[in-house]
């Protein structure tokens, strides 16, 4: 049996039609991994914000000290 021989243009064809099937993939495998990528911050964000809420409601200080205290300015070392 003798295989039919493609010609450059069908090869090519063929090749760009693979690529953009790889390309489909990949992207598709992408939009996943960002998808649970973001998920994931959002339960660490979740985790911290009940963090900080239990480490307010328990602390001694007042709402309004532990609201100046946040918004201080940083100071570096070098300022000092």
Avoid: C, G, W
Avoid at 11 to 30: F, G, N
Avoid at 51 to 72: G, M, N, W, Y
């Amino acid at each position: 049996m003798a295989r039919m021989r493609r010609n450059s243009e069908q090869t090519l064809a063929l090749k760009i039609e693979q690529a953009q099937e790889k390309v489909a993939r990949t992207r598709a495998a992408h939009d996943k991994a960002v998808d649970e990528y973001k998920r994931l911050l959002d339960i660490q964000k979740e985790r911290q914000k009940e963090t900080l809420l239990k480490a307010i409601e328990s602390s001694p200080r007042t709402f309004d000290e532990i609201v100046a205290f946040i918004t201080l300015p940083v100071v570096s070392p070098d300022e000092e």
